[in-house]
């Protein structure tokens, strides 16, 4: 039991229809679903914000999309999303919830965006996922899911710095794509160490 599939963030808000959504988001959830099977552990990561949280760029009276600094480095202003609680935060209705033997959530503090399933976005605080790794003895990854170019990407950096063996599936994946954002990750994740199946 030592290869997890990591599922990332594959939830209304980031589906079509969604306050932000990724263009064919839903067509990879038949596809994570099947490949569950596969893996000896499959872990959720679910973005969990609460109203008013300071990545909105509502918060700023900003436009969506724009950039502020923040106290930890540049921050994305988004969309207002994954409102905890909310029928946008849900996972897709057809995602196959029950074969999770984890769910994380992240970005619930409200002063700090939390991209990566492993660190918010200050870098520094964990969300615990790396320990519960540890413990279960799982030393492998393979990251699917919401956006290529931003949560699965940070995520899979994060976890081949840790010294996990990782590889994003990427045909399970989809791309927000935002001024360069999927190049840019897919080198940032080739020179990290990730394998881009």
């Given at each position: 039991m030592t290869h997890a599939l990591l599922v990332i963030d594959v939830q209304n808000d980031f589906c079509p229809g969604g306050a932000l959504a990724v263009a064919g988001g839903d067509e990879i959830?038949?596809?994570?679903?099947?490949?569950?099977?596969?893996?000896?552990?499959?872990?959720?990561t679910q973005d969990w914000h609460p109203a008013g949280h300071?990545?909105?760029?509502?918060?700023?009276?900003?436009?969506?999309?724009?950039?502020?600094?923040?106290?930890?480095g540049p921050q994305v202003l988004w969309p207002d999303h994954c409102i905890q609680g909310t029928q946008g935060a849900a996972f897709h209705n057809q995602l196959h919830v029950d074969r999770a033997d984890l769910i994380i959530r992240k970005g619930?503090?409200?002063?700090?965006d939390s991209y990566?399933?492993?660190?918010?976005?200050?870098?520094?605080?964990?969300?615990?996922?790396?320990g519960y790794l540890r413990?279960?003895?799982?030393?492998?990854?393979?990251?699917?899911?919401?956006?290529?170019?931003?949560?699965?990407?940070?995520?899979?950096?994060?976890?081949?710095?840790l010294g996990f063996d990782v590889?994003?599936?990427?045909?399970?994946?989809?791309?927000?794509?935002?001024?360069g954002s999927l190049d840019a990750a897919k080198d940032g994740m080739a020179q990290a160490g990730v394998t881009l199946a």
């Open positions: 959830v038949a596809g994570i679903n099947t490949a569950m099977a596969d893996f000896d552990a499959v872990i959720l300071s990545s909105f760029a509502s918060t700023h009276d900003a436009a969506p999309m724009s950039m502020i600094q923040m106290p930890y619930y503090n409200p002063a700090i990566s399933a492993f660190f918010e976005n200050d870098k520094t605080t964990p969300t615990g996922l790396e413990t279960r003895g799982i030393t492998t990854l393979t990251l699917v899911g919401l956006a290529t170019d931003f949560c699965v990407n940070y995520s899979a950096v994060d976890a081949a710095k590889t994003v599936n990427m045909a399970l994946c989809r791309a927000i794509d935002f001024d």
